[in-house]
């Protein structure tokens, strides 16, 4: 007879795919939506590269989603097998809470930001580019607490309250492009046919984000190769210094027979407060947001990106950086659609993400003789992508020309949010923070931060030159440093931890 036994508590109220755990001895109660899926030795949202009968996604290589498992008398918390979901958990005496949901988790513990300090951003810039992350980035909180973040792993904790962390499975490691070629798509496939087995009480059905980029062309041939006939697209990307460009994927969906919806990056100043409050985790990202326009098709769906294709299937020496590490991150676009994500009703998978723990043979293959056909010798250039996307029909002259960007481009807030933000920020904020903070940066420090990114893509996976960029505090001339825009967090965890209390 297991040691933990799980208690559960549905709440129709909350948002769909959230869950909060509270662990004591023997006993395990579990907050959640109405549409997790619970049995007696565990719960789970998400898809993985398995039979859902088996409910065996703590052990699975490619799981995306969160959820727990009784275990030989502990339950293990997974954790997604990349670092844009993460789990947050909190140590009090005589219990251990844990949430997919830091608003959720916050919410429950009756507690709450500490408006003191204003870097919460940074704290999850350092995380993020920790990659796989077992316990040791902690945020404060404003009772003194300390609520630890954990990325690309399980977290077992026994009757005791003791707690200890393991590695996800890495899967079979690929020795050249035919061979990783069969294990991604083989991950896709069953992802989908996980995400619509029938012993499940929700099914999800695929859509894959496409724009005129590498990756997201390539994950969408992977999707249609699995039996994925829908997509969206936004109208246009943000180029990083001329503005708004044409980034439309129809050309690509038309070229892989898919149904295409197309989105606007400006409808995303139409949301209501609320929606707006929920992107809070990444004040400097905008490249999700425009999924507030899309809810209808994403509710139920599994969503399919190309997140970490710049890394997965790129030729540049960052991309054997270990354990998912991202040291030349600046922005986490992906983890700010997290509550939407929850609230709606959708997942989202990764496929570059499969064979990720892999990288430095990941980058052998996209330099390797055999894919010279696939290279276009210039610097915007990842032949893995390219060859799976021309071998699926899509015809080279249309993607992967040029980069577009599309993480920026358009003002963060709507006018009423930025105006309720406003407000916040004179009311809540200290006076000493407020006087230290700016309203906006001057041009050169924009300029200053392009040559940041460019700095810090230079040297990845060189770690003395990542120790000196450190040492000498370069996130100084990050967009967001000394921002009043670092207080969007605190005010859109207030706000959304709100509707967890209600």
């Known amino acids: 007879m297991p040691a933990l036994r799980i208690r559960y508590e549905q709440r129709a109220s909350l948002p769909r795919l959230s869950w909060f755990a509270e662990v004591r001895p023997k006993a395990v109660r579990v907050v959640h939506g109405p549409w997790i899926?619970?049995?007696?030795?565990?719960?789970?949202?998400?898809?993985?590269?398995?039979?859902?009968?088996?409910?065996?996604?703590?052990?699975?290589?490619?799981?995306?989603?969160?959820?727990?498992?009784?275990?030989?008398?502990?339950?293990?918390?997974?954790?997604?097998?990349?670092?844009i979901d993460r789990l947050y958990a909190l140590e009090s005496p005589g219990r251990m809470l844990v949430s997919n949901s830091l608003a959720f988790l916050l919410a429950e513990a009756a507690d709450g930001p500490d408006l003191h300090h204003a870097n919460y951003f940074f704290d999850l810039l350092r995380h993020h580019r920790e990659g796989v992350s077992q316990g040791g980035c902690t945020l404060g909180t404003a009772q003194g607490n300390q609520v630890r973040l954990f990325a690309c792993c399980n977290v077992a904790v026994d009757d005791q309250l003791q707690w200890v962390t393991t590695e996800k499975d890495p899967g079979p490691e690929p020795s050249d492009y035919a061979t990783y070629r069969g294990i991604v798509q083989r991950a896709v496939d069953n992802c989908l046919s996980n995400a619509a087995d029938s012993l499940r009480t929700r099914t999800y059905s695929p859509i894959a984000a496409i724009s005129l980029g590498y990756d997201s062309v390539a994950t969408a041939a992977l999707a249609k190769q699995a039996g994925c006939t829908r997509a969206l697209s936004y109208l246009t990307s943000n180029s990083g210094k001329d503005g708004l460009i044409d980034d439309h994927g129809g050309p690509v969906a038309a070229a892989l027979c898919m149904e295409m919806r197309t989105l606007m990056r400006e409808d995303w100043h139409?949301?209501?407060?609320?929606?707006?409050?929920?992107?809070?985790?990444?004040?400097?990202?905008?490249g999700d947001t425009g999924l507030c326009a899309a809810e209808d098709l994403l509710e139920g769906s599994i969503l399919i990106t190309g997140r970490?294709?710049?890394?997965?299937?790129?030729?540049?020496?960052?991309?054997?950086?270990?354990?998912?590490?991202?040291?030349?991150?600046?922005?986490?676009?992906?983890?700010?659609?997290?509550?939407?994500?929850?609230?709606?009703?959708?997942?989202?998978?990764?496929?570059?993400?499969?064979c990720a723990l892999h990288a430095e043979a990941m980058y052998q293959i996209n330099n390797s003789e055999e894919m010279e056909p696939w290279m276009l010798g210039r610097g915007y250039d990842r032949p893995t992508a390219r060859r799976i996307a021309e071998e699926a029909g899509v015809p080279r002259e249309v993607f992967g020309r040029g980069k577009s960007g599309g993480a920026g481009g358009l003002p963060r807030l709507g006018p009423e949010a930025r105006r309720e933000f406003e407000s916040f920020f004179a009311d809540q904020a200290p006076r000493r923070i407020q006087r230290r903070l700016r309203a906006k940066n001057k041009a050169r420090h924009h300029r200053f931060f392009s040559y940041l990114i460019r700095l810090r893509l230079r040297f990845a996976a060189r770690p003395l030159h990542e120790w000196l960029l450190d040492l000498l505090q370069l996130d100084r001339f990050h967009k967001l440093w000394k921002m009043r825009d670092l207080y969007i967090f605190h005010w859109g965890l207030l706000r959304t931890m709100e509707r967890y209390k209600s």
Do not use: C
Request: no cysteine.
């Open 270 to 286: 139409d949301a209501p407060l609320s929606v707006q409050a929920e992107f809070y985790l990444s004040p400097a990202a905008q």
């Open 37 to 83: 899926e619970t049995r007696p030795d565990g719960f789970v949202e998400g898809v993985w590269d398995g039979d859902f009968s088996q409910f065996d996604f703590d052990r699975n290589a490619n799981f995306f989603g969160s959820g727990g498992r009784l275990r030989d008398g502990r339950i293990v918390f997974a954790t997604a097998t990349h670092q």
């Open 308 to 354: 970490r294709g710049e890394t997965a299937w790129g030729r540049a020496r960052r991309s054997r950086e270990p354990k998912l590490r991202g040291t030349f991150d600046q922005l986490l676009p992906g983890i700010e659609s997290i509550e939407q994500r929850l609230r709606v009703g959708y997942t989202q998978m990764h496929p570059a993400y499969v």
